[in-house]
Nanobody, 129 residues
Framework: QVQLVESGGGLVQPGGSLRLSCQTSGLTFVGRSIGWFRQAPGKEREGLSCISGDGKSTYYADSLKGQFDISKSDAGKTTYLQIHSLKPEDTAVYYC??????????????????????WGQGTQVTVSS
């Protein structure tokens, strides 16, 4: 069965850091890009970052550069998202997905995904004092 399972969310104080994990299972994820999105209450889902299937290329949404670091485990089955300097506005459900890509439009970078990508169930991140 093909699955993406996120973990690592929780309650964190402003200024803190978190590392989210996305574990993939199923042979169909081999060599496919994995990315992170988030959705805050009342807002659209937003692309954050994407890493290529071989782990050699990483991409970030322009508005979020510097706050996130995406990486893969050596075995390639787990993708991580390190989030720094968390703010209350970072409160959201964070999702990982397959088949993400970078879109350049109007001089800005956006993280997108194809319609063939799969979603995980999400992990809640709450930033509050």
């Amino acid at each position: 069965q093909v699955q993406l399972v996120e973990s690592g969310g929780g309650l964190v104080q402003p200024g803190g850091s978190l590392r989210l994990s996305c574990q993939t299972s199923g042979l169909t994820f081999v060599g496919r890009s994995i990315g992170w999105f988030r959705q805050a209450p009342g807002k659209e889902r937003e692309g954050l970052s994407c890493i290529s299937g071989d782990g050699k290329s990483t991409y970030y949404a322009d508005s979020l550069k510097g706050q996130f670091d995406i990486s893969k485990s050596d075995a390639g089955k787990t993708t991580y998202l390190q989030i720094h300097s968390l703010k209350p506005e970072d409160t959201a459900v964070y999702y990982c997905t397959s088949d993400c890509f970078l879109e350049r439009r109007g001089g800005k970078s956006y993280i997108r995904r194809t319609d063939f990508g799969s979603w995980g169930q999400g992990t809640q991140v709450t930033v509050s004092s």
